[in-house]
């Protein structure tokens, strides 16, 4: 019996064949992080950024200090050299303690999917600003479902299910991109579907999508906050 092009309870593997088998990596610590699944494309592992560069591919002006990178002052973006579309993005954070500032001022950065498509990290803990700006959000379109923030300087983590966009050979959005994502193992979003483009174009302003390549950079942001990063690894997934 086939169901949904799945063969029911068949045990031949020659017409069933066994799922890849994935060794787990083990879970961070606040004192330690994880190390990722076997089939990970291990971004950041605490050592270099040999991995990273300036936003113009030069040589960036982020640093790794104990294990932990950050930018420095007026450093810009950081893009990962290789590219990706859709992936499962495991990206941990630490917002700074003592908190300074509040609002879109506390503890700010952004985690960009194929260069453009924006996860906001922000120090949410007991901090107000508008819902599409929180931790978590698809920033300018889609607030988390709930606030899963722990207090600064604690290391937190998103888990992020992403699947890219397609286009047409005229540039039309045909499918979607989806995001479903984990912060700190809570689900705060639940395979939203994506109405456009997102990040910052200016106050209550959002863009439509325009098409690109089916690949881009993973990117952080440095939005002026010593927000610092560690255990960045992604899992390259069917579109």
Not at 65 to 89: A, F, H, W
Not at 98 to 117: A, D, I, K, T, W
Not at 125 to 131: G, H, L, M, S
Request: glycine share 12%.
């Amino acid at each position: 019996m086939s169901l949904d092009g799945v063969l029911v309870h068949e045990e031949d593997p020659a017409k069933a064949p066994q799922p890849r088998v994935v060794t787990p990596g083990t879970p961070s610590t606040q004192a330690q992080p994880g190390t990722a699944p076997s089939d990970a494309v291990v971004l950041f592992d605490g050592k270099d950024l040999a991995n990273w560069s300036a936003e113009d591919g030069e040589k960036t002006k982020w640093v790794v200090e104990n294990g932990v990178m950050q930018p420095t002052k007026d450093s810009g973006m950081i893009r990962s050299k290789g590219e990706y579309g859709s992936c499962q993005l495991h990206v941990e954070f630490q917002t700074p303690a003592p908190p300074e500032g509040e609002g879109q001022g506390r503890g700010n950065s952004g985690v960009f999917l194929m260069g453009q498509y924006e996860v906001q990290v922000l120090d949410s803990f007991e901090n107000t600003t508008y819902p599409d700006g929180q931790a978590g959000a698809l920033y300018g379109r889609k607030p988390p479902l709930v606030n899963a923030c722990l207090k600064p300087g604690e290391w937190q983590c998103y888990d992020i299910v992403f699947h890219r966009p397609v286009f047409d050979e005229s540039g039309k959005v045909v499918k979607r991109a989806t995001f479903t994502i984990f912060h700190n193992g809570v689900l705060i979003q639940d395979h939203y579907d994506l109405s456009g483009g997102n990040g910052w174009v200016g106050p209550h302003a959002v863009t439509d999508y325009v098409a690109h390549g089916d690949k881009g950079p993973i990117m952080l942001q440095d939005h002026g906050n010593p927000v610092r990063f560690r255990n960045i690894w992604l899992r390259e997934l069917a579109d």
